[in-house]
C-alpha cells in the first residue's frame, strides 16, 4: 500500500473502514460502526490447507485447535476463561487459504482480544501433553466426518477434481498425516506462518479509530516480522485444464441416491467468479430456481438439490448436488440435471429471471453484515484472498454480469468433458447404462 492511501476510507453496512500498516508488516482494517456497543476482532494468518506440505496434511487445521491449549502467560482453558468473564464469545476456523481467529467483545473491553492474540501469535507453548490429547480430539473429528455420506462422496469427487494440487485434500487432512505429525512439525508451521507479516487484523464495531490503532501498535508493533511468505511456502503444481470426464462410484449402507458433479472453474473475484455466483441462484436457489422446480417439484426426481461456486485464490469449482427421490434411476436423475445445464449454456437467462437472482445475492449480503462479526469477516477473509475492497463492490460487480456473459461462462466451465461426476448408491448396486 501506498503512503498516499494509508488510511483512505470506505463505506459499507454503515461501517467506515480504513486500512492500515504496522512497520512489522501486518496489516490492519478499522471499520467504525456505532449501531451497536459491540467490537468484533479477527486475526486473519495468509495460510491455509493450499499451504501445507504433502506430509503436512492437516496441520493448519490441527494448529488452530492448539492455539487454545496455552501459553505461559495463559495456560490452557484461560483464553475461554477470560473470554466467558468479560462476557465475550470467541471462535476459529481454517480454510484451503487462510485460518482465522475472532473475538466479539463490548466496546468498553475488546483490547483483551488484541492482548490474547498477540501472546499466542509469539508464545505458543505447543505443551507435549496437550499436543497428544488434542491429536486424538482432531482424529476423532475426522473420523466422524468418514460417517457423512456426502464428505465422503464429496472428498472423493473433490480429489480427482483437483489432483496432486492440496485443494484436493480435506482441510482436515488424513489419519496417516495426523497419526505421524509431530509437535515439531506443528511449531513449524506455526514460525512460518504466525508472525505479523502474514497477518491481517479486523476490528470492527464501536470504536475510535486514531485509538484503536494505538492500542493495536501496542499490542503487536514490537513482534517481529518473520519471514516472506513466498520464502516458505509449500510447492504446488499448477492447476490443470481437464482432459475428459471422471466418473466415480462409492456405495453406503442405506438406500439412497447421491450425486456430487464438479467443474473446476475460476479464481476468487473474476467476472466468471460473478457469473457463476448467479448461476447458482437461477439453478437452485428457493422454490422458484429451475432445478427445484423441475427435480423437487414437477417431476419429483430429487428430494433435495443445491449448488455451490467455491472459489478459491488459486482456482474454485462449481458444485451440484442431488439426492434422487425413492424409485428414480440414477441416470433419470443424472439425464435431468444435464439438460438443465445445457439450456443455461444454450438459451441467455431472461432478465427478469436474472433481476431475481441478484435481488436474492443483494439481501444474503446484507444479512451477511448484520453483525459486526459477520462484516469482519467478510472484509478479513476478502483482504486476505484478494482485495478487502472487492466487499464493497459486489452489487456493483453482479450488475455488470449479462445474460451474455453468464450463458458464455456457463458454455466454457460446465461441460460433460471437465467435470469429476461421483454417485453414491446403497451396497451391491450398480449405475445402469
Not at 284 to 306: H, I, K, M, P, Q
Request: net charge negative; aromatic share 8%.
Amino acid at each position: 500500500m501506498s503512503p498516499r492511501t494509508q488510511g483512505a476510507t470506505a463505506e459499507r453496512a454503515g461501517a467506515r473502514i480504513s486500512e492500515h500498516h504496522l512497520k512489522n508488516g501486518m496489516r490492519v482494517l478499522l471499520a467504525e460502526r456505532h449501531d451497536a456497543p459491540v467490537v468484533a476482532v479477527l486475526l486473519l494468518y495468509a495460510v491455509g490447507a493450499r499451504n501445507e506440505r504433502e506430509h503436512e496434511a492437516g496441520a493448519c487445521h490441527f494448529l488452530e485447535h492448539m492455539m487454545f491449549k496455552g501459553t505461559a502467560a495463559h495456560p490452557k482453558g484461560e483464553i475461554d476463561l477470560v473470554t466467558t468473564r468479560l462476557g465475550g464469545s470467541n471462535n476459529a476456523f481454517t480454510s484451503y487459504d487462510h485460518t482465522a481467529y475472532w473475538f466479539e467483545f463490548a466496546s468498553d473491553r475488546w483490547e483483551q482480544a488484541l492482548a490474547l492474540e498477540a501472546d499466542r501469535m509469539a508464545g505458543l507453548l505447543l505443551d507435549p501433553v496437550e499436543f497428544d490429547a488434542e491429536k486424538a480430539v482432531v482424529l476423532e473429528e475426522l473420523a466422524m466426518g468418514e460417517d457423512d455420506p456426502w464428505r465422503g462422496l464429496t472428498a472423493d469427487v473433490q480429489q480427482a477434481l483437483f489432483p496432486r494440487h492440496p485443494y484436493g485434500r480435506p482441510v482436515i487432512g488424513y489419519a496417516d498425516t495426523l497419526r505421524a505429525m509431530s509437535r515439531a512439525d506443528l511449531a513449524a508451521v506455526h514460525a512460518r506462518f504466525y508472525h505479523p507479516g502474514n497477518a491481517t487484523l479486523v476490528v470492527c464495531g464501536d470504536l475510535q479509530p486514531r485509538a484503536a490503532l494505538a492500542a493495536v501498535r501496542r499490542a503487536f508493533g514490537e513482534l517481529s516480522a518473520g519471514p516472506a511468505l513466498a520464502e516458505v511456502d509449500a510447492f504446488r503444481p499448477p492447476l490443470g485444464e481437464p482432459t475428459a470426464e471422471v466418473r466415480l462410484l462409492r456405495h453406503w449402507d442405506d438406500e439412497a441416491r447421491r450425486l456430487c458433479m464438479a467443474w473446476p472453474t475460476t479464481h476468487v473475484a473474476t467476472d466468471e467468479d460473478y457469473a457463476l455466483d448467479l448461476a447458482t441462484v437461477v439453478l437452485t436457489s428457493g422454490r422458484l430456481s429451475r432445478l427445484y422446480r423441475r427435480l423437487v417439484r414437477d417431476e419429483r426426481l430429487a428430494t433435495s438439490v443445491s449448488a455451490s461456486n467455491d472459489v478459491r485464490v488459486e482456482g474454485g469449482a462449481f458444485w451440484l448436488y442431488a439426492e434422487a427421490a425413492d424409485g428414480v434411476a440414477p441416470r433419470e436423475l443424472e439425464r435431468a440435471l444435464d439438460e438443465e445445464v445445457a439450456r443455461l449454456a444454450k438459451h441467455l437467462v431472461p432478465r427478469k429471471e436474472l433481476e431475481r437472482a441478484r435481488a436474492l445475492l443483494d439481501a444474503s449480503e446484507a444479512y451477511d453484515s448484520e453483525t459486526v462479526t459477520d462484516l469482519a469477516e467478510d472484509l478479513g477473509e476478502w483482504a486476505v484472498d484478494h482485495d478487502w475492497r472487492e466487499a464493497l463492490r459486489s452489487r456493483e460487480r453482479l450488475a455488470a454480469i449479462t445474460p451474455q456473459l453468464l450463458r458464455e461462462t456457463v458454455r466454457r466451465y460446465l461441460v460433460p468433458a471437465r467435470r469429476v461426476l461421483g454417485w453414491s448408491l446403497p451396497l451391491g448396486e450398480e449405475l445402469a447404462p
